[in-house]
């Protein structure tokens, strides 16, 4: 049996599982992946990659599929468009173009079936080794104001094991997500998980405690992974992977939730993307002024 042992240093890996067919998106996802779509002026991935970066994880590993070559184009150099820029002498369209370009140390390996969010998370396996790790997962943007990530990896490096995140969110909504049994801790924002499942029904479901798209693993989880059979859809399902944790310390340490409170950005779904849209185009300072006012006479006139 796997079993985990303390880290050396802080943790430095991010894994972003980005091999799904967004088909929720079609026809827009037809020829250009869903990570792509814009979030105002820059695609949802980046967003994500940014998140990382600025929790101190510099080593990005992206699980991608078939068509995704463009995730791989925009964090690389694109240097005829770069030199067209530099040669007209705009300088701010330049400097927006290279900031993807060094975020961070970015890796690529392929899934080849989508198998599910824990044979994603299982693809990473030689890339990670035997050092905790973060995975992300681009359908949920927070907000950087909110620092969730950072919070996760300070509880990890503290309190050893795993680290999720969770929303309390209504219970009749619970179906929708894997769902947490939880423990208090001393503190208010930790608590400690006794269990997990995969999208319970309402009258199941252990607590309203739903798990959001940030981890932070142990690298028992593999181990786990391994031995874990297609579950709900036919797919490998990382929470049956962490329940197992749950069952027993000694395998990969306790697993402990941080309760985000804080913003939160749903792009997976049309409605809460268009909404997530408008929600960061109304902050901005460049477009937030004409845009709320737009807004409030879109609203009173038109609606």
């Given at each position: 049996m796997t079993q985990s042992f303390p880290s050396l240093g802080r943790i430095s890996k991010a894994v972003i599982p980005a091999a799904g067919l967004g088909t929720r998106f079609l026809p827009a996802t037809k020829a250009t992946p869903k990570e792509m779509l814009p979030v105002v002026d820059k695609p949802a991935i980046q967003y994500v990659v940014e998140e990382a970066v600025a929790a101190g994880l510099t080593d990005v590993l992206m699980i991608t599929g078939r068509n995704k070559r463009p995730l791989e184009d925009h964090f690389d150099r694109n240097y005829e468009l770069e030199e067209a820029l530099s040669r007209k002498g705009d300088d701010e369209r330049l400097s927006k173009v290279q900031e993807s370009n060094d975020l961070a140390t970015m890796h690529y390996v392929r899934q080849g079936a989508p198998r599910g969010l824990g044979h994603?998370?299982?693809?990473?396996?030689?890339?990670?080794?035997?050092?905790?790790?973060?995975?992300?997962?681009?359908?949920?943007?927070?907000?950087?104001?909110?620092?969730?990530?950072?919070?996760?990896?300070?509880?990890?490096?503290?309190?050893?094991?795993?680290?999720?995140?969770?929303?309390?969110?209504?219970?009749?909504?619970?179906?929708?997500?894997?769902?947490?049994?939880?423990?208090?801790?001393?503190?208010?924002?930790?608590?400690?998980?006794?269990?997990?499942?995969?999208?319970?029904?309402?009258?199941?479901?252990?607590?309203?405690?739903?798990?959001?798209?940030?981890?932070?693993?142990?690298?028992?989880?593999?181990?786990?992974?391994?031995?874990?059979?297609?579950?709900?859809?036919?797919?490998?399902?990382?929470?049956?992977?962490?329940?197992?944790?749950?069952?027993?310390?000694?395998?990969?340490?306790?697993?402990?939730?941080?309760?985000?409170?804080?913003?939160?950005?749903?792009?997976?779904?049309?409605?809460?993307?268009?909404?997530?849209?408008?929600?960061?185009?109304?902050?901005?300072?460049?477009?937030?002024?004409?845009?709320?006012?737009w807004l409030r006479r879109y609203v009173s006139e038109e609606m």
């Open positions: 994603a998370v299982l693809c990473a396996a030689p890339h990670v080794g035997d050092q905790p790790f973060a995975v992300l997962l681009g359908d949920d943007l927070i907000d950087p104001r909110d620092p969730l990530l950072a919070r996760m990896v300070e509880v990890q490096e503290r309190e050893g094991g795993s680290v999720i995140a969770l929303m309390e969110v209504d219970p009749a909504q619970i179906h929708q997500y894997g769902c947490a049994a939880v423990e208090a801790t001393v503190d208010s924002d930790v608590v400690k998980v006794t269990g997990l499942v995969e999208k319970p029904e309402p009258h199941e479901a252990p607590s309203n405690y739903a798990i959001i798209g940030r981890y932070v693993l142990d690298p028992a989880v593999f181990g786990m992974l391994r031995e874990t059979e297609p579950g709900r859809g036919g797919e490998i399902q990382l929470t049956d992977a962490l329940q197992k944790l749950t069952t027993d310390e000694k395998i990969g340490g306790p697993v402990h939730g941080v309760v985000f409170k804080g913003r939160r950005y749903d792009t997976g779904d049309r409605g809460d993307y268009l909404r997530a849209i408008v929600r960061l185009a109304c902050e901005r300072e460049d477009l937030g002024p004409d845009f709320r006012a």
